[in-house]
């Protein structure tokens, strides 16, 4: 591999490339199942599973969906918070050589009938609290596109509500976990409970799949409106597991605080599946809370913690922050966002931690640079990760540029997807080749500074970042334009104190309609689409510019809100 600047930070234990394993990537847990079968794997709301009992669970429900009819390659739909559940449904589609199509648990209805149709979806499992929502979406579907199968979990089924104490669970999470809800009926499918799919005693199916079959189809959205499927394979997320284990320290003895969501790449890869593959401990999280997330810390002697900027600010802003015990920290880091200095200083002069931040995307199973854990650079991407060769280049020429000079951060490397499901246009469009090798266009715009570091200036696709989630203003505009009164919608970023960003829809409203609120429009948004997606601000404009071509001129809106 060329000597390139940042080798010089490289960290001297590491080789600058991995050989990942060639096995899929349900058998990491399968191994550490029998290496350390009473070790805790999860741990839950006061409930913990060995790993022994976790891998007995995949193979039943591996069992279970086989016998709905789950077939090499089939893919399922995933909704879960985290918990328990979602892991070991994970695990169980790709023991049956399926495809895991995860997805986040805030779409709505309307949103989520594009998950089912797009990877031609039979099956789905998901937690009582969403059923309801992906059962909507499949009745409303032509009977062809339908669901067959719909399997639902209980929190519940994970933990034993009477043995909760105050301190496993925050008292307003009561009307959320600890109800049993009823099943949703499915039209022209059937529901299945989780219990019983669990109780299958049916023998598991014959695994044949591959390191280079497809596992994973995590959506990203785009300009184009609807969301692209990445097609991983478990070759893809395996180098990344093994490569951030070694990259962090990650050893059986570790103990992972997941506080960021599994159904999101960095959830899963980063975290789920480097912990699965080492052996190591995950105290999980079903949503963020501070008070919890220090509890937890201390508890469990949590060693490694993945986040998002917003999530340590947050926990040092508790007033209770100095009575948690945070010393069995040794790793923080994370990405979506920059961690302000402020806030980096404090986590290294109180605690000793230096904020490691990294860089990826959904096309490439996580990371694709990090920072180098003993010489980091704050708001920076990090350096290429292991194995990766990233650049940056002039987008039109496709010549890397000089150092400090702004140009498109493009990615090759073991972990970089093989394209977009059913959609071979835009995949040969995120491609470029240089010297002989395929590299993925990102779509960020960067630069590499003088000892190698690379660092985002710029976007060249749309995107709004809130609080690590990626909005797409197409996205959200096409949905938008569903309101029987709105005419035109353009989706742009305004400036969110803790946020970072949040969405601002400019709405021109049809002529003679009833009268409408700022407020309707928003309530409208939040009831039809992921929470982090809808407009917080919705201002009324009488016209929205637009070019010689009628094209709306956004990125002068956008200009012109980051000047007010």
């Given at each position: 591999m060329q000597t390139r600047p940042h080798h010089t930070f490289w960290p001297r234990r590491l080789p600058r490339a991995l050989h990942a394993a060639r096995t899929p990537l349900w058998d990491n847990l399968a191994v550490n199942a029998r290496r350390f079968p009473g070790k805790a794997a999860l741990i839950f709301m006061g409930r913990t599973l060995s790993y022994a009992q976790l891998w007995a669970a995949v193979e039943r429900l591996s069992a279970g969906l086989h016998a709905l009819g789950v077939r090499p390659g089939d893919r399922v739909l995933l909704a879960m918070q985290n918990c328990p559940q979602l892991v070991i449904a994970h695990?169980?589609?790709?023991r049956a050589d399926a495809v895991v199509v995860p997805v986040n648990p805030m779409n709505r209805a309307e949103e989520l009938k594009h998950?089912?149709?797009?990877?031609?979806?039979?099956?789905?499992?998901?937690t009582a609290d969403l059923a309801v929502e992906i059962a909507k979406a499949s009745d409303?579907?032509?009977?062809?596109?339908?669901?067959?199968?719909?399997?639902?979990?209980?929190?519940?089924?994970?933990?034993?509500?009477?043995?909760?104490?105050?301190?496993?669970?925050?008292a307003a999470w009561a009307p959320w976990l600890l109800p049993r809800r009823e099943l949703p009926t499915l039209a022209g499918g059937t529901v299945h409970a989780w219990s019983e799919c669990v109780a299958c005693e049916g023998a598991p199916p014959v695994a044949s799949a591959d390191a280079d079959a497809l596992a994973l189809l995590p959506y990203t959205s785009g300009t184009t409106g609807q969301p692209k499927g990445c097609m991983l394979s478990h070759a893809n997320a395996m180098h990344n597991a093994m490569a951030i284990n070694a990259w962090g320290n990650v050893t059986p003895q570790s103990i992972h605080l997941v506080a960021v969501p599994m159904f999101h790449i960095t959830g899963m890869v980063g975290v789920m599946h480097t912990a699965m593959q080492?052996?190591?401990?995950?105290?999980?999280?079903?949503?963020?809370?501070?008070?919890?997330?220090?509890?937890?810390?201390?508890?469990?002697?949590?060693t490694h913690w993945a986040n998002i900027p917003t999530m340590v600010i947050d926990l040092l802003a508790s007033p209770n922050v100095a009575r948690f015990d945070l010393s069995s920290l040794v790793a923080i880091g994370g990405g979506g966002a920059a961690m302000p200095q402020a806030v980096a200083q404090r986590l290294f002069e109180q605690y000793g931690l230096r904020y490691v931040e990294a860089y990826g995307l959904t096309e490439t199973a996580a990371p694709s640079h990090y920072n180098p854990p003993d010489a980091p650079k704050l708001q920076c991407l990090g350096i290429p990760f292991m194995s990766t060769d990233a650049r940056v280049i002039d987008p039109d020429t496709g010549r890397e540029v000089a150092p400090g000079a702004q140009g498109e951060i493009v990615i090759h490397g073991p972990q970089v997807f093989a394209g977009y499901w059913k959609r071979p246009a835009d995949t040969e469009a995120a491609f470029v080749e240089i010297d002989g090798k395929r590299f993925f266009r990102s779509g960020d715009?960067?630069?590499?500074?003088?000892?190698?570091y690379f660092f985002v200036t710029d976007r060249l696709k749309r995107m709004i970042n809130a609080s690590g989630f990626k909005v797409w203003p197409a996205e959200v505009e096409a949905l938008m334009f569903r309101?029987?009164?709105?005419?035109e919608a353009c989706v742009i970023a305004t400036r969110d104190a803790y946020r970072g960003e949040s969405v601002k829809a400019l709405v021109v409203l049809k002529p003679a309609q009833a009268p409408v609120s700022a407020q309707d429009i928003i309530d409208w948004c939040a009831a039809n689409m992921a929470a982090y997606k809808a407009p917080r601000v919705v201002q009324f404009v009488d016209a929205l510019p637009k070019s010689g071509s009628g094209k709306v001129m956004w990125r002068a809106l956008q200009e012109a809100e980051a000047a007010a």
């Open positions: 695990f169980a589609i790709l998950f089912i149709v797009d990877p031609d979806a039979q099956v789905a499992i998901a409303a579907l032509p009977q062809a596109q339908q669901l067959r199968h719909l399997v639902v979990t209980q929190f519940t089924d994970a933990f034993d509500a009477a043995a909760l104490s105050e301190q496993d669970m925050p080492v052996g190591a401990t995950a105290v999980l999280m079903p949503r963020w809370d501070r008070e919890l997330a220090g509890r937890l810390i201390a508890t469990h002697q949590v715009t960067g630069h590499v500074d003088g000892e190698g309101h029987p009164a709105i005419q």
